[in-house]
């Protein structure tokens, strides 16, 4: 959708901001551009729309070069979300956004029309926030309207320049789940400009690492934290980027282990010859309507473990209680998370109302490996293996 071919651009004082850049933007893919300040990144981005002229290569949008097109023509393709909001401080919230459409022809009333409806989208209401001015608005609700902006024109393409910096931490990760929420129904081609290497993560489909003017990698944001490509790089995506993984590595049916599962109400004689039969120490237990209730030891239900099993026992008398649970897909971080804060060994996965499996430490281990596609080739993690978790099975909780 989007390329790039040797694009270099030298300032007339001699400053090479960016320098023989090489690279793709597929359909409908959001790549964040993350790197210190001043290596190149809104450079980069304001050659797509022709504020900024390259000095060498050339840059295709649909396989058109970009060059031989009407810059305005051109803008209309490209919703633009500037570094620092700009909105026009005279202009309404409701005007601020319906400006773009109502340049580009279209009738003041049906411009403004629009223009409620992308507020609502962005999740201000119209008739709130419309008639306000930008300083009459928090810094995460101009950011807002900047984004409804940069969409009024329904671009198949989004150029974003730090569009959530200017707010705090709570309010970014809010602005950047509602970005994703749009986007997965969206699905704009996105150069999105951060220097923040967590929002780097969280959004993009791949990530490009800029070093002074250069890509020193571009990759899934996996790959990137899990083999990263040069020292570099290494040192920019953080010394605890092991832990970041976890965030952008979901659970998969495959990471799972199996253990027997059992019904709360089940007699207890039963399941104990139950998990017998597959010689298991310890079995998921449900309620009647799937719900996860917990988990029981084979020696609870035999009775080998303090007092004996009452004849008419059900796995409810000796189950422990262990009713956080996960759905499929979740971060493997919400899994650690969930086990730490339960102060368990191991968490149950669902798809819907279905239980699937338990992930336990030893298998997140494993997960995170599959996750990193270099791994596959035989890439070196320069990371000590967790050879020494326990193997799973036999560590249900506490
Ligand atoms: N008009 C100009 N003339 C000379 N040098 C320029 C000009 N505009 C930008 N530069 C230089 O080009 C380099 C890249 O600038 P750019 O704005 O692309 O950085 P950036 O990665 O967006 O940084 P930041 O994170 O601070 O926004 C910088 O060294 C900057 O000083
Ligand atoms: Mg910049």
Redesign the pocket.
């Known amino acids: 959708m989007i390329r790039f071919e040797h694009v270099t651009?030298r300032?007339?004082?001699?400053?090479?901001?960016?320098d023989d850049l090489s690279f793709e933007v597929a359909a409908g893919e959001l790549i964040t551009?993350v790197?210190?300040?001043?290596?190149?990144?809104?450079?980069?981005?304001?050659m797509v729309n022709r504020l900024?002229e390259p000095t060498g290569g050339r840059i295709l949008l649909d396989g058109e070069d970009i060059a031989a097109a009407d810059p305005v023509e051109l803008r209309r393709r490209i919703g633009y979300v500037i570094?620092q909001v700009g909105l026009f401080p005279h202009k309404t919230v409701l005007d601020n956004t319906a400006t773009v459409p109502h340049l580009l022809g279209r009738p003041r009333k049906q411009a403004r029309a629009r223009a409620a409806e992308l507020l609502d989208l962005v999740g201000l209401d119209p008739s709130v926030y419309g008639d306000r001015y930008p300083d009459q608005l928090s810094g995460g609700q101009r950011q807002r309207v900047g984004v409804a902006r940069a969409l009024a024109a329904d671009p198949p393409v989004l150029l974003m320049?730090?569009p959530f910096g200017a707010v705090d931490p709570v309010v970014r990760e809010h602005l950047q789940n509602e970005f994703l929420r749009l986007q997965s129904t969206l699905h704009k081609t996105v150069l999105f400009?951060t220097?923040d290497i967590e929002e780097a993560v969280r959004l993009g489909d791949r990530i490009a690492v800029?070093g002074?003017?250069r890509i020193e990698q571009l990759d899934t944001p996996a790959t990137v934290l899990g083999a990263p490509a040069t020292p570099y790089t290494a040192e920019f995506v953080g010394a605890d980027r092991g832990l970041k993984r976890l965030s952008v590595t979901p659970v998969e049916a495959a990471d799972l282990e199996e253990p027997p599962v059992v019904r709360a109400d089940d007699p207890a004689d039963r399941a104990a010859a139950r998990l017998a039969a597959d010689d298991a120490p310890w079995a998921v237990v449900l309620d009647a309507d799937d719900a996860p209730y917990g988990w029981v030891p084979a020696a609870a239900l035999t009775g080998t473990a303090g007092e004996p099993a009452p004849k008419d026992a059900t796995v409810r008398t000796h189950a422990h209680r262990m009713d956080a649970w996960l759905p499929l897909g979740a971060p493997l971080r919400q899994a650690l998370s969930t086990m730490l804060q339960h102060d368990a060994g191991w968490i149950a996965v669902r798809d819907g109302d279905r239980h699937l499996g338990v992930l336990t430490p030893a298998r997140l281990h494993s997960a995170l490996r599959r996750a990193t596609t270099a791994d596959a080739a035989g890439t070196p993690r320069g990371e000590v293996a967790l050879e020494t978790v326990p193997a799973a099975g036999t560590v249900p909780g506490t």
């Open positions: 651009k300032y007339a004082d001699g400053t090479t901001a960016v551009l790197g210190p300040s001043g290596c190149g990144k809104t450079t980069t981005m304001k900024i570094q320049d730090e400009v220097h800029y002074a003017g």
